[in-house]
């Protein structure tokens, strides 16, 4: 008999790619969200358009005992949505509210298995102040002090979810992405992270021309390619002690200005970078990998070449049809 799973956050960038993992599994997918995927027609058996934050739409939705639910829906965006303070109250209320609604109807409903998608934003400022020694370990989450609402709300609610496992038996999962990116994933508009950002201004530029950069370009990052990204989700799902939380992300950093140089080797370009004030988010920051490694044998490792390769594809055909 074929596991059933819930994905909610399905027309989204992660959600969609999960939903297209658990039917090569031989899973029967229900997939929920505001909208369709964007860029391509979804895999899910079943798709329901709907707002989590309605406890009628989430009744409706969570009718089941699934195997297993993926809880990726969230109000969330790159550094120029999440950083600028103009929608923090949205970004708190809405996730909140959703995750609120998934635990409250999931125990219900006796859903077996839930895996809740939090950020590493909720890790300190203080420990991310030097681009070149960034804490990111999982322990010093805490004394929190997040740079951001978006990175409050996301740890909020992984103390909801451990209460809820603690007080209702519920299963949980926890993980904390970081800057995860590749092919269909938002590229434009505002809400696009800088690897997307980075791909669709070289796309579009001349050689020679120039791009802008916020900031000096000198702070770091990792970035992790989607389809490892799904590979530990799905480890940590079949994981049958460790809930988390748990970093699932790259250790090979890299600053802004060395990323952008990587996607002018791919892309054949050469373009100046002009570094501009924008919103920048904590000064460094990369995946701790010991614990991943000590509870599930296994961390991400494919060079971050390898996933700008494919995803510059990708960007630089939808900017070619635009």
């Known amino acids: 008999m074929k596991k059933l799973a819930l994905v909610c956050g399905a027309g989204g960038f992660i959600g969609s790619h999960l939903v297209k993992k658990l039917k090569l599994e031989d899973f029967w997918v229900r997939g929920v969200d505001l909208k369709y995927p964007e860029f391509s027609p979804t895999l899910a058996d079943e798709f329901i358009i709907g707002d989590l934050r309605d406890q009628i739409f989430v009744q409706r939705v969570v009718n089941m005992p699934y195997d297993e639910v993926y809880q990726l829906a969230a109000d969330m965006g790159g550094a120029g949505y999440i950083f600028t303070g103009e929608h923090d109250a949205d970004v708190m209320h809405?996730?909140?509210?959703?995750?609120?609604?998934?635990?409250?109807?999931?125990?219900?409903?006796?859903i077996k298995k839930i895996f809740?998608?939090?950020?590493?934003?909720?890790?300190?400022?203080?420990?991310?102040?030097?681009?070149?020694?960034?804490?990111?370990?999982?322990?010093?989450?805490?004394?929190?002090?997040?740079?951001?609402e978006y990175g409050w709300e996301k740890l909020f609610s992984e103390r909801l979810y451990m209460a809820f496992h603690k007080n209702y038996g519920i299963e949980v999962r926890i993980s904390r992405f970081h800057n995860v990116f590749g092919p269909e994933g938002t590229w434009d508009g505002g809400k696009e992270k800088a690897p997307a950002a980075m791909c669709r201004k070289i796309a579009a530029a001349k050689d020679g021309g120039e791009i802008e950069i916020w900031g000096d370009g000198k702070q770091t990052r990792s970035f992790l390619y989607i389809d490892e990204c799904l590979t530990g989700v799905r480890k940590l799902m079949d994981s049958t002690t460790f809930l988390g939380p748990v970093n699932i992300g790259s250790e090979e950093m890299v600053t802004i200005n060395q990323l952008a140089e990587i996607i002018m080797s791919i892309a054949n370009k050469k373009v100046n970078i002009k570094h501009i004030k924008g919103p920048l988010g904590v000064r460094g920051r990369k995946s701790d990998n010991k614990l991943i490694m000590e509870k599930l044998s296994w961390a991400p490792s494919e060079p971050l070449r390898d996933g700008l390769i494919k995803t510059y594809a990708w960007i630089a055909e939808q900017v070619a049809n635009r």
């Open 94 to 110: 809405n996730s909140a509210t959703i995750n609120l609604n998934m635990l409250h109807y999931g125990v219900k409903s006796k």
């Open 116 to 148: 809740y998608s939090s950020s590493a934003c909720i890790y300190p400022e203080y420990n991310q102040l030097d681009p070149d020694n960034p804490k990111c370990s999982e322990e010093s989450a805490y004394p929190a002090a997040p740079d951001s």
